[in-house]
């Protein structure tokens, strides 16, 4: 710290900070940084003098020197606003002799063209129209959806109906014929139920398969293609309508 104060007093500012950051790392005392804004403003940092200077008076709120340090702040401040906007060059002004004389435009003679009407073209137009879509693909699939669905739901009915007699015959002695009467019956009512509810599935995604079928455009597209000669002559333009 005293080298660093040596230096300073000796106008070796970069030594001098070199020295101060060196023993604030080694000591931390906040004086350093009142002494580390002291070598920046010297050397003309007054953005990163400002800092130390802000740094000090926080570790030290209450410093002897703090209505200095508070000067010292606004000083470095707009010194350090005027190095962040850089002056304008004034250019000198250009005497009247180094001025280009004033050019005058020639005129501009102005003849009158008699325009011919361009030659008819020739145009030649024909129609094409696009195959409608058949649509017994749709009809079909859904006939076999519904016929599906149909039988899926018979199959469920048949399902509900064999579950509801093996309800009403109750429960038989464990062992008797009357059990295994009833466990055939549990037994077909599973089936039955399987069946039909991947039958009204398969039913259902057939209808909805034809109506999608059914709901894509299926009318007639008609295209206009016309043909014509360019002015230049030798070439034809193609331009298509649909």
């Known amino acids: 710290m ?23 790392e080694a000591s931390g005392l ?56 850089p002056a304008r060059p004034i250019r000198p002004p250009i005497p009247p002799t180094a001025m280009a004389p004033a050019v005058v435009p020639a005129p501009v003679l102005v003849t009158a063209t008699r325009r011919t009407p361009p030659a008819p073209t020739a145009t030649l137009t024909r129609s094409v129209e696009a195959p409608r879509r058949s649509r017994w693909p749709a009809y079909l699939i859904g006939a076999l959806g519904l016929a599906v669905g149909l039988g899926g739901g018979g199959a469920l009915l048949t399902a509900r109906g064999i579950a509801a007699s093996a309800e009403r015959a109750g429960t038989p002695p464990m062992g008797s014929p009357a059990e295994q009467h009833l ?47 360019t002015p230049g002559g030798g070439a034809l333009a193609l331009s298509a309508s649909f």
């Open 2 to 24: 005293r080298q660093s104060i040596r230096e300073y007093d000796a106008r070796d500012f970069s030594r001098a900070l070199r020295d101060a950051k060196a023993a604030f």
């Open 30 to 85: 906040p004086a350093l940084l009142f002494n580390l804004g002291q070598c920046e403003r010297a050397l003309g940092a007054f953005a990163k003098a400002e800092f130390y200077y802000r740094g000090y008076l926080r570790r030290s709120p209450n410093a002897r020197n703090r209505a200095v340090v508070r000067q010292l702040i606004a000083e470095v401040h707009a010194k350090a606003l005027a190095q962040a906007v």
């Open 183 to 229: 466990a055939g019956q549990v037994a077909s009512a599973n089936v039955w139920n399987s069946a039909g509810e991947i039958a009204a599935g398969a039913g259902l995604a057939g209808l909805v398969a034809a109506g999608i079928l059914l709901a894509l455009p299926g009318g007639a597209a008609r295209a206009r293609v016309t043909l014509s000669p």
